[in-house]
Nanobody, 127 residues
């Protein structure tokens, strides 16, 4: 079992930056792969990026590649999403999710792959 809590969202102007955090409970957090997703009003939840349990591999959606970076600190049971060069179309609720470790990182791109979800944090990017 793992519980996830996101933080760090807010209002930022286009071109600005935010860093989101996903804090997890549980002593076995280092055994979980983590993904970030987002959901805008009226739209389906979409994959943003994922990271393996060790942090050695990451994968990103094309829409955020080169602008967003995922990292993790297993000593703090926390995964981060650094978001730079933000655009109005990045506006959404951002959620983190966790699942058991995977061999194929592509699995992390699927919403259905995750068993644990946080409640989300709102990110609003103004023009």
């Amino acid at each position: 079992q793992v519980q996830l809590v996101e933080s760090g969202g807010g209002l930022v102007q286009a071109g600005g930056s935010l860093r989101l955090s996903c804090a997890a409970s549980g002593r076995t957090f280092s055994t979980y792969a983590v993904g970030w997703f987002r959901q805008a009003p009226g739209k389906e939840r979409e994959f943003v990026g994922g990271i393996t349990r060790s942090g050695g591999k990451t994968v990103y959606a094309d829409s955020v590649k080169g602008r967003f970076t995922i990292s993790r600190d297993n000593t703090k049971n926390t995964v981060y999403l650094q978001m730079n060069s933000l655009k109005p179309e990045d506006t959404a609720v951002y959620l983190c999710a966790a699942r058991a470790s995977v061999n194929d990182i592509v699995v992390l791109t699927f919403t259905s792959a995750y068993g644990y979800w946080g409640q989300g944090t709102q990110v609003t990017v103004s023009p």
